[in-house]
């Protein structure tokens, strides 16, 4: 952080000098596992200067609020062009992991040069690691255009995929449909015997409902509406007028009560109405299941 004693410096005024600076990670709020254990834990990566290595804050375990009180620095021996088309065009990305039953990541620093004080030198990084080619030159942008061509083929083979996966799932949402708008056809082939596929109750194995589980899941319906009505039903009578002595009061609770009747009884016939659509649905499907299976034998 700047204290009172910081200056503001020109990047370019930098050009061809040293360079200190220091990646600092004091602490992470608000990154909890869902349920705690002492073996979860998270830990934080990034990358500098496009280097192959990726450096790693220590992990911490079982903690909400992580103080890491990390701090890793960096030395540049002479500050190039390169590096301040660096600073000006991209931005440090920390990668939280999340750990559990495992142990924590390190740094590589086998092939990372360092000096006495631990500074990693990122001059002798960037000149082993990548050979000095510089991030504007043809062979960076080829590279970057072939990698841009391969993700698109990818990315076109996985549009594909996605397309034939949803013609898949849509056709057996269509069979199943089909399946279950049978459910005592698949009894009378799985039985060999029509007169008892034609019962109430189909065969245990089938996966489709029966008879019974039919008129329950109607009933069902009509209950949950019943229950909504009732709890209407008893706001409406709890209601009172706000002044009984004046008439235009109760003219207007008697006409307001009137529309709420009225509302009531229209919903108490719309549900009879859906629960007699769905019995007579349920009768019909099981009568011309029935006829089939006499005419079948």
């Known amino acids: 952080p700047l204290g009172e004693e910081s200056v503001n410096v020109d990047p370019g005024d930098l050009l061809g000098k040293r360079m200190d600076f220091q990646m600092q990670i004091s602490l992470c709020l608000g990154v909890k596992w869902i349920r705690g254990h002492s073996s979860r834990g998270v830990q934080i990566g990034y990358r500098m200067y496009g280097l192959p290595v990726m450096f790693y804050t220590p992990a911490a375990w079982n903690h909400a609020n992580l103080l890491l009180d990390y701090t890793m620095c960096f030395t540049i021996q002479h500050v190039t062009t390169d590096f301040l088309s660096y600073l000006k065009t991209h931005a440090v990305v920390l990668e939280l992991w999340g750990l559990q039953g495992c142990q924590e990541m390190k740094t590589e620093f086998a092939n990372v040069p360092l000096a006495s004080d631990g500074y990693v030198l990122l001059d002798l990084c960037y000149r082993h690691q990548w050979t000095s080619v510089p991030l504007d030159s043809e062979e960076h942008k080829f590279?970057?255009?072939?990698?841009?061509?391969?993700?698109?083929?990818?990315?076109?083979?996985?549009?594909?995929?996605?397309?034939?996966?949803?013609?898949?799932?849509?056709?057996?949402?269509k069979k199943l449909a089909k399946l279950r708008s049978f459910p005592s056809n698949h009894g009378l082939i799985a039985n060999g015997d029509p007169t008892k596929s034609t019962g109430d109750r189909s065969n245990p194995k089938s996966p489709f409902p029966s008879w019974d589980a039919e008129f329950a899941?109607?009933?069902?319906?009509?209950?949950?509406?019943?229950?909504?009505?009732?709890?209407?039903?008893s706001q409406l009578k709890?209601?009172?007028?706000?002044?009984?002595?004046?008439?235009?009061?109760?003219?207007?609770?008697a006409n307001e009560r009137r529309e709420l009747v009225k509302e009531l009884g229209e919903e108490l016939e719309s549900c009879l109405g859906k629960l007699k659509n769905e019995v007579a649905t349920i009768i019909r499907r099981k009568k011309e299941l029935q006829i089939d299976a006499t005419a079948s034998t």
């Open 143 to 173: 590279n970057l255009s072939e990698q841009l061509k391969t993700l698109e083929e990818e990315s076109e083979n996985l549009r594909d995929s996605n397309r034939t996966l949803q013609n898949e799932n849509l056709k057996l949402r």
């Open 238 to 253: 709890e209601v009172r007028p706000l002044d009984e002595e004046r008439i235009h009061c109760l003219r207007y609770f």
């Open 217 to 233: 899941k109607a009933l069902k319906i009509f209950y949950f509406s019943m229950i909504g009505m009732r709890g209407r039903l």
